[in-house]
């Protein structure tokens, strides 16, 4: 099957290679809404006309979400979760060739969500109907859910899971297509995501800017925010607020039995090297456990004062920081928010610091034997690709809303390497692209395979609560 697939889409190389850098110039930013609804509509009649999917597009109050189900006559589903939005592509002045230009330099394409994430979505629809048109079939049931506000903090994936929880829960297993090759030719399944809690202070202690020579007399904004970023965190970097750590519980057993996969699959070198990291505060196994296993405290921007030519000599009225706490099991967002709230009050900052919370999410975790593990890693050997498990990723995603909401086993997973995620000169190497649209076919139909070693199910009958 696969060698008839492949031989497909090596007849379709040229076009589809055009339809992926096609779809990169589209720009769908989630933070100012642009290309937002051109690019849902473009994704909607792709999959009626292409994969002959019911789809629409459903409004939560925020960005559509691209809603389909193909009806296979199978007594299994599953879900195909996936975002079409990206992020603002400043500073311009960095990237090398136009970030919606989606150009071909050397062996990569570069644009913004060349790896985030729609080249990996137009290669999974593409996979579909190679898969489709040389087989004659897709063997399972598929529900797609591609959403606009992943970015933002999928607020319309919220009420989806609400109100379509039934349909949803009738799926034994959701996927979310990524190129996982942290290292080049060494493809993860990864089974976890981190949370996330998204917040901004904003700290103003006067109505306007003050001379700075009674800076002596009155508090300055600036400081106060320094200062409740030196109680979270020491000058190495390391968490001193012991709220933060009270409930983790990880690295577990488990996590620590897969930390070679781990290792082995994930050079760290290759986050260093392409985003120009000067210095690093932990490496060796250290560095692992810290990324990918213990919660974090980020100060993801920080604004006060002046900061122009010349001089301006003023204590600012407000100063305003934007920063993320990442959450591993057994943190809530709620416990960490009420915490921050609480670290606040004893500091006497509370009616001082006006705090707004933008997103967060909850952990996920899949298990290591679930069937869609299985299927993903069975599917990366019909590559010729050894697979490696990794038990979570440094990042966040609403995949809890399919573990935890729906009881779902969710995963990431995909051939290709890329890289420069949210950075100027995000990447994606071409034979990435090629590699991710053959993975489809053998991912699906070894998926069939093992799920079908579950009890057995009427046709919409429901989910099996093995996985």
């Known amino acids: 099957m696969l060698n008839t697939v492949s031989s497909l889409v090596e007849s379709r190389w040229d076009a ?7 779809f990169l110039r589209m720009p769908s930013i989630s933070p100012t809404g642009e290309g937002i609804e051109e690019t849902a509509s473009y994704l909607r009649d792709f999959l009626e006309e292409r994969l002959s999917s019911e789809s629409t597009l459903l409004r939560y109050g925020g960005h559509p979400i691209v809603y389909g189900s193909m009806d296979n006559d199978s007594k299994r589903t599953l879900i195909l979760y996936s975002m079409y939005d990206v992020l603002t592509v400043e500073p311009l002045k960095e990237w090398d060739s136009p970030p919606f230009g989606a150009e071909i330099v050397g062996d990569r394409i570069i644009a913004r969500g060349a790896v985030n994430t729609k080249a990996p979505l137009m290669s999974m ?48 297993a959701a996927y979310f297509m990524m190129p996982t090759e942290a290292s080049k030719g060494k493809p993860q399944v990864i089974l976890g995501k981190k949370g996330i809690v998204f917040v901004e202070l904003r700290i103003r202690e006067s109505r306007y800017d003050v001379h700075a020579s009674y800076a002596q007399l009155h508090y300055n904004p600036v400081e106060v925010a320094s200062n409740i970023i030196s109680s ?3 000058s190495d970097g390391n968490i001193i607020a012991d709220w933060v750590h009270e409930s983790v519980v990880t690295p577990t057993e488990e996590d620590l039995r897969y930390l070679p996969e781990l290792m082995e699959s994930f050079d760290m070198d290759e986050v260093v090297k392409p985003y120009g990291i000067k210095r690093v505060r932990c490496s060796d196994r250290d560095a692992y456990i810290n990324v990918f296993y213990k919660p974090s405290v980020n100060i993801c921007g920080m604004n006060g004062g002046y900061t122009g030519e010349g001089t301006k000599t003023i204590t600012p009225a407000e100063a305003v920081v934007k920063m993320d706490f990442r959450l591993v099991p057994n943190m809530t967002p709620e416990s960490t928010l009420n915490g921050f709230m609480m670290h606040l009050e004893a500091m006497g900052l509370r009616d001082v610091v006006d705090i707004r919370l933008y997103h967060n999410y909850e952990w996920s975790r899949t298990p290591t034997d679930a069937h869609i593990t299985r299927a993903a890693r ?13 038990t979570s990723s440094m990042g966040s995603a609403p995949e809890y809303l399919f573990t935890k909401r729906l009881g779902l086993p969710i995963l990431t997973a995909g051939p290709g390497y890329g890289g420069r995620i949210h950075a100027p000169n995000e990447f994606i190497e071409v034979e990435g692209v090629r590699k991710m649209i053959e993975y489809m076919a053998p991912l699906i139909a070894h998926w069939e395979k093992e799920v079908g070693k579950l009890a057995p199910l009427e046709k919409n009958q429901g989910r099996s609560k093995r996985v």
Do not use: C, H, W
């Not at 591609?146 to 989806?160: F, Q």
């Open 16 to 22: 589809y290679l055009d339809e992926v850098r096609s």
């Open 125 to 172: 629809l593409l996979g579909l109907e190679a898969m489709k048109d040389a087989t004659g079939k897709i063997p399972v049931n598929l529900i797609f859910v591609v959403e606009g506000e992943e970015e933002t903090g999928s607020r319309s994936m919220v009420r989806l899971v609400k109100e379509r929880g039934e349909e949803l829960g009738s799926a034994q």
């Open 232 to 234: 979270l965190k020491d």
């Open 378 to 390: 069975k599917a990366f050997l019909d590559l010729g690709m050894k697979p490696y498990t990794v």
